[in-house]
């Protein structure tokens, strides 16, 4: 028995008409005498089929996240580093980002993660919200622009294909779903009724985690068949589109290359990254707007008597039909291969290979040229049930527009000190051209900032998340609009105020330091609405200047040498000694928690939420009785003992 969860579900499932179109945009935008087309990428069929019998039958969703990542996520991603090489193509393509595959078990150790690692106390609001347990997808598809910002752009769920079958699939999307008019509150025992509520289940549940997350592309992958979604401008729908790569690449041989597993996932990832993220103002309508069904998909699952699976004929998916491509793959023109049409169908690995003909969930695509094509994404999916809006994407072969607040330099620490203690502006300030003559009182830039948080809540708003975030807090790029002020701000939920609190009396003990050993701190406010966050509601915000990247994200990028590592021992040294000096015990001394400014050459180190004072001991020391102050006092060196301990581990 399971503890179903409430989740978000999106009022109307649509088929995704226009899928093919958008999908083929991204093969028309390679040019014919790029190096992909001509170039061997991967190993030879042989030692491919070597791998393939390396790899067990798949029983388990982890067994299939292994199988997804050696044959189609690695792949992928190997295209995209070699476009991301082609310096035309890496900026045209994917704005010389790096795109990668991560999970929580993907990231090294305990470093602060990207998007991944489990945030105890962030990513899960209070029961009274009655927010679901398991908020997080499989896998996700994140992207890390040059500027040091990162964002996720597409979800990832898997299911077990024993679990989820084909036959499953297409009886459940056969036509439009209306989860309250067609499945919620309703009983039957109808196989086609039982696989409609399965699918509204499971999407629902992907759903919910693209909107927590603020992102529109996600896919369920049975290792069979993929289910992709979209989310568009009116975050009460959700369109998808069913494909199963071994079948369609099979059938349709003038889309070959386009139709494989691998082929599919590289042209969704384009699409995600040409579209813009959800900003906080659609973050906030879809909370206003959607409602919560309590669903868990396994629950679903075994609503379906297996006497019904069982004896049910395989599945006959068809293909839906996709206008036919320009391209060929390149292997077909080699001397060696034969021709296209002279191949023979190979046999796959799908367990119903062999089935009879019956019409696909995904409505068929009519051919267009480039020019409709073109027009189509500017219009979006055409409807295909009741409702409005849609969202405008952007026009084809176009990068998507990257926002004020991510190309923006971070104010210096000098003139973010003076902001807050009224000192004359540092002319060497990136942004001291829009600061004025002289700074503004610190009262007055409180009072702005928090009117621009409430009411700049648009694509546009000078405020993002960066996708930093630790246990407790997240960070967030923010610049006040009417003087260009930018820094970064922790975010933290209301059940973590005493973390911000603490943090804040540690900032202000350590007031000499900001700047050189620590960040400057300029503050701290509540904001009303919240910032939506990873699931999470940010309402209490820690205003400090940008230290950097951590030593764990400068690791990562293979930046670092042996003597770049000796410099920031004895930065790290440096810095901790004059904390220890001011009688802050940090508590959390790990490269995760030291930031290295590459052009200022300045180490800092950062999150003091549950650092103590000295002065917090002696304290405790006057409530306690006689007897255990003599039994403290006779250990006179235990707290010097701990400082010296948390010093001899960054040396």
Same mark, same amino acid.
């Given at each position: 028995?399971? %503890? ?22 991204? $093969? ?26 390396? +790899? ?32 035309? #193509? ?8 790096? *795109? ?7 990231? /090294? ?37 040059? %500027? ?15 679990? #989820? ?12 779903? $209306?989860?309250? /008019? ?63 790569? %071994?079948?369609?690449? &099979? ?8 139709? &494989?597993? *691998? =082929? ?22 879809? /909370? ?31 293909? @839906? ?27 796959? @690995? ?39 809006? /849609? ?13 004020? +607040? ?13 902001? =807050? ?14 600061? !004025? ?15 621009? #948080? ?11 998340? +960066? ?16 003087? !260009? ?10 059940? %973590? ?6 943090? &804040? ?29 990873? !699931? ?8 400090? =200047? $940008? ?39 940090? !508590? ?30 002696? &304290? *405790? ?28 581990? *960054?040396?």
């Amino acid at each position: 028995t399971t %503890n179903p969860t409430y989740r978000l579900f999106p009022q109307r499932i649509l088929p995704w008409k226009q899928f093919a179109t958008f999908q083929h945009e991204f $093969w028309e935008l390679l040019p014919k005498d790029s190096p992909l087309w001509s170039e061997r990428a991967y190993p030879s069929a042989a030692d491919l089929d070597f791998v393939g019998k390396q +790899i067990d039958p798949i029983g388990s969703e982890n067994e299939l996240r292994l199988f997804q990542r050696l044959t189609v996520e690695r792949r992928v991603q190997e295209v995209l580093e070699r476009i991301k090489n082609d310096s035309d #193509l890496g900026e045209r393509l994917l704005s010389n980002a790096k *795109v990668s595959f991560e999970n929580q078990e993907s990231f /090294r150790g305990e470093e602060i993660t990207l998007l991944g690692q489990a945030m105890e106390g962030l990513s899960v609001d209070s029961a009274s919200d009655k927010r679901p347990r398991n908020t997080r997808a499989d896998q996700f598809c994140v992207v890390r622009s040059r %500027n040091g910002i990162a964002r996720p752009v597409v979800a990832i769920e898997y299911k077990a294909p024993h679990k #989820l079958t084909i036959d499953d699939i297409w009886t459940g999307l056969r036509d439009e779903i $209306w989860p309250e /008019r067609d499945v919620i509150d309703r009983t039957e025992d109808t196989y086609e009724f039982l696989c409609k509520n399965l699918m509204a289940a499971v999407i629902t549940q992907l759903f919910s985690y693209m909107v927590d997350k603020g992102v529109r592309y996600g896919y369920i992958c049975t290792g069979e068949a993929f289910i992709f979604m979209c989310i568009p401008d009116d975050p009460t729908e959700v369109y998808y589109s069913v494909n199963v790569p %071994n079948r369609d690449y &099979t059938e349709d041989r003038a889309n070959r290359l386009e139709r &494989t597993a *691998v =082929s599919q996932v590289l042209a969704f990832i384009y699409q995600a990254l040409q579209d813009e993220q959800p900003d906080q103002a659609w973050m906030q309508a879809a /909370r206003h707007r959607l409602r919560r069904w309590k669903v868990e998909f396994i629950d679903e699952l075994q609503k379906i008597p297996i006497t019904q699976r069982k004896s049910r004929d395989a599945s006959s998916y068809q293909p @839906s039909e996709w206008a036919p491509s320009t391209r060929c793959s390149p292997i077909a023109l080699r001397r060696r291969c034969r021709p296209a049409d002279a191949v023979t169908p190979t046999e796959g @690995s799908d367990r119903d290979s062999e089935d009879g003909d019956m019409p696909s969930p995904t409505p068929n695509i009519q051919t267009r040229s480039k020019t409709a094509a073109a027009a189509a994404r500017r219009a979006r999916p055409a409807q295909s049930g009741p409702g409005s809006g /849609r969202r405008q994407p952007p026009h084809a072969g176009s990068s998507r527009s990257i926002p004020a +607040i991510e190309r923006r330099p971070y104010c210096s620490h000098q003139c973010l000190r003076g902001l =807050s203690t009224g000192s004359p502006i540092d002319k060497s300030c990136p942004n001291a051209a829009a600061h !004025g003559g002289k700074h503004i009182s610190h009262a007055a830039f409180i009072k702005l900032l928090l009117r621009q #948080l409430t009411i700049d809540r648009g694509s546009n708003a000078d405020c993002c998340a +960066i996708g930093v975030h630790g246990s407790r807090g997240a960070l967030l790029k923010i610049c006040l609009t009417s003087y !260009g002020y930018t820094f970064v701000a922790k975010g933290f939920k209301a059940e %973590n105020l005493e973390h911000l609190e603490n943090e &804040t009396r540690i900032y202000n003990r350590l007031d000499r330091l900001q700047g050189e050993h620590v960040p400057v701190c300029c503050g701290r406010i509540d904001i009303n609405p919240p910032f939506y966050y990873e !699931g999470a509601k940010l309402r209490h915000l820690l205003l400090m =200047s $940008w230290g950097g990247q951590s030593l764990v994200a400068l690791a990562r990028e293979e930046t670092s040498s042996s003597t770049f590592e000796k410099h920031c021992l004895e930065l790290a040294t440096r810095a901790l000694a004059a904390i220890h000096q001011q009688q802050v015990f940090h !508590g959390d001394v790990m490269p995760r928690n030291m930031l290295y400014d590459k052009e200022a050459k300045k180490l800092m180190i950062v999150d003091f939420e549950r650092s103590k004072l000295r002065d917090d001991e002696r &304290t *405790v020391l006057g409530e306690l009785s006689p007897n255990r102050i003599r039994k403290v006092e006779s250990s006179p060196n235990k707290a010097a003992d701990r400082f010296a301990k948390e010093m001899g581990g *960054v040396v």
